[in-house]
């Protein structure tokens, strides 16, 4: 194909696809039935993930569960099943290592199946400045928060690319598009996550496996006790999340397969601005917004005795 009838095809496959994605502003996606599927969530003992499992449950799917907590994940159990799910399947693993992970994943796949649904959401966060964050505790960040996805889907991805039927799901974050004081290690993992998830998408593209769809999820501080004591300086533009609300959101994106998935909606705006706005001006912003000294009240969970 020469030049021109390319740059043609591309004109007009952009102008369509803009249109389309316009569209589906006005028009929302049809929602899939996850009903049956199997869904794996990983960090489903707390937060995001048990509400997430909570949703799935009352949709019919056939759960899961991974997370190193035994307690909260009885927990996630018994309030899933309290909320109609017909079966649940609780597994500890601690994703930071890559055996442990291949060991649950096999055990998985011969006691309940080829899983349908995958949700990477376990992770963890230090909250120091970067020279006062201890070289294991980063380390152990790294392989919680981007390590672990990638063992997760060389165990579970397969099967979705025979069957070319599946759904990866990345929860990340906002500190995955820009960086943050006192997160180094957090922002770091987190940009992993990303183009990690954005660089297997395009794979399941190149090999033409359509029914393999991949979901990037970049909230904004979520109220699950993670960070606790973080507050917003300007809350009615960009709130501290309600978890619920982060949970449903999150659901409605996959039933509707929808690529990238910020929360808020002015998290698009602003990282439209990241992308071209000179370095001054988003330090301007991310000052006014009051990023730059976010994590100065992070408390974070309280320690277990």
Known sequence: MNFFL????VT????????????????P?????????????TGAGSGIGRLLAVKFASLGATLVLWDINQEGLNYTVRL????????????????????????VADQVKKEVGDVGILINNAGIVIGKRFLDSPDSLVEKTLAVNTMAHFWIYKAF??????ANHGHLVSIASSAGLCGTSQLSDYCASKFAAVGFAESVDIEMRILRKTGVK?????????NTG????????WPRVLPILD???????????????????FIPRIIYILYFFKSFLPVKATVLLLDYFGNLDLMNTFKGRPKKE
């Open 157 to 162: 991805l397969p099967a979705m690319i025979a």
């Open 226 to 233: 993670m960070f606790d004591g973080i507050k917003s300086k």
């Open 80 to 103: 899933a099943k309290e909320n109609g799910a017909g079966r649940v399947h609780s597994y500890i693993c601690d994703c930071s290592k890559r055996q442990d992970v291949y060991r």
């Open 12 to 27: 007009v496959l952009l102008v369509y696809y803009l249109l389309e994605s316009l569209v589906f502003l006005v028009v």
């Open 29 to 41: 996606r049809r929602k899939k039935n996850v009903s049956g599927e199997i869904v794996l969530i």
């Open 243 to 261: 978890p619920e609300y982060v949970a449903e959101r999150i659901i409605t994106a996959i039933r509707r397969n929808q690529e990238i998935l």
């Open 6 to 9: 390319e740059t043609l095809k």
């Open 214 to 222: 991949t979901t990037i999820v970049c909230p904004y501080v979520i």
